[in-house]
């Protein structure tokens, strides 16, 4: 059975700190695709990457980051230098290869302070 | 492109009242269609797969004959919660999948909220 996991439920940072979500996977299949969504407040989900399991580059897009390791079976995201608009819940999921519904963890509330 | 829509955005109707929630596709044809749901503070849960033209997969423990879910068309389904109740309050998200290139993945709505009083 396939599952995600966010130890994390919630995390509260100071702005211009770094902050890494923690997101754990379990699954059988070889061929899988692995994402993260921020939600803000609205409730609207907003994409923020996908990788597939053959690809284990590390990512960077502006002030994000994300560190796949297969090894340990972990997708972490990191933002760098936070800021306030950063607040929102943050989920990990997690698809096959068919691109069947995705399995979502329970969530990373991610509050940002000035 | 890959735009998906939901109507109503928000909708607060009464104790034993069905509602209808749209998804639409605008600018690709979803084969698929996943809905779920999810109660305040907690996760996204799938509720049922739908392929156009075939009855819809619901997963355990979601009641088919409470949540209707048609998808007639390739850019439109319709979930409708029959006799709905307080604990039926949640927000409800689809997600539509087209086929091949770039739409072989999901897409998501912008939710609805539905408020049961």
């Known amino acids: 059975a396939q599952k995600v996991t966010q130890a994390q439920t919630e995390i509260s940072v100071v702005e211009k700190e770094d902050v890494t979500l923690d997101c754990v996977y379990e699954?059988?299949?070889?061929?899988?695709?692995l994402f993260w969504y921020k939600q803000p407040p609205s409730g609207e989900l907003v994409f923020l990457i996908r990788?597939?399991?053959?690809?284990?580059q590390n990512e960077i897009s502006g002030r994000y980051s994300w560190n796949f390791q297969k090894s340990t079976s972990s997708f972490n995201f990191t933002i760098t230098a936070s800021q306030v608009v950063d607040s929102a819940v943050y989920f990990c999921?997690?698809?096959?290869?068919?691109?069947?519904?995705?399995?979502f963890g329970k969530g990373t509330t991610l509050s940002v302070s000035s | 492109g890959a735009v998906v829509s939901q109507h109503p955005s928000r909708v607060i109707c009464k104790s034993g009242t069905s509602v209808k929630i749209e998804c639409r596709s605008l600018?690709?044809?979803?084969?698929?269609m996943f809905w779920y749901r999810q109660f305040p503070k907690q996760s996204l849960m799938l509720m049922a797969t739908?392929?156009?033209?075939?009855?819809?997969?619901?997963e355990q423990g979601v009641e088919k004959d409470k949540f209707l879910i048609n998808h007639a068309s390739l850019t439109l389904s319709t979930l409708t919660v029959t006799s709905a109740h307080p604990e039926d309050s949640s927000f409800y998200i689809c997600?539509?999948?087209?086929?091949?290139?770039?739409?072989?993945?999901?897409?998501f709505g912008p939710g609805t909220r539905l408020t049961v009083l």
């Open positions: 739908s392929n156009e033209g075939s009855k819809a997969t619901y």
């Open positions: 997600s539509a999948r087209g086929q091949g290139g770039r739409y072989n993945e999901q897409f």
């Open positions: 990788r597939n399991s053959f690809d284990e």
């Open positions: 699954t059988r299949d070889t061929t899988y695709y």
């Open positions: 999921a997690l698809t096959n290869q068919a691109g069947t519904a995705l399995i």
């Open positions: 600018d690709f044809q979803a084969t698929t």
